[in-house]
């Protein structure tokens, strides 16, 4: 097991889980944080038991949380986002809300 630690926001969806795949087998330690809400348990069922990956259910919006994903970590891979681009067309505000609002509370912390 290495002794780096990344965290990786939005690990369960496609690319996340991908970049969680590569960083296990380069010799990482790895969260991953997500909501689940786009993102599927079927990306990182593989690491269940594994301890060179944690992942952690919750919400990047949440405050507590996005402190808490933090700790020990020496790079973070920021991916938690809304995918849906066609509500982008119809409700920018989501977007804004989604992907830039939660990135600068994340990074704010």
Same mark, same amino acid.
């Given at each position: ?20 795949d590569r ?10 944080l997500d ?17 060179? +990956? *944690? #992942? @952690? ?5 949440? &405050? %507590? !949380?996005?402190?808490?994903?933090? $700790?020990? +970590? *020496? #790079? @973070?891979?920021?991916f938690a986002?809304? &995918? %849906? !681009?066609?509500?982008?067309?119809? $409700? ?18």
């Amino acid at each position: 097991m290495g002794t780096k630690l990344a965290l990786v926001t939005g690990g369960a969806g496609f690319m996340g889980s991908h970049l969680v795949d590569r960083l296990v087998l380069e010799g990482w330690r790895v969260r991953v944080l997500d909501n689940f809400s786009s993102g599927r348990a079927e990306n990182v069922e593989r690491y269940v038991g594994d301890e060179s +990956v *944690e #992942v @952690v259910r919750s919400d990047l919006k949440d &405050p %507590e !949380v996005a402190r808490g994903s933090v $700790n020990g +970590v *020496e #790079v @973070v891979f920021h991916f938690a986002v809304n &995918p %849906e !681009v066609r509500v982008s067309a119809t $409700n920018p505000g989501v977007h804004f809300n989604e992907n830039v609002v939660t990135t600068l509370t994340y990074w704010r912390q």
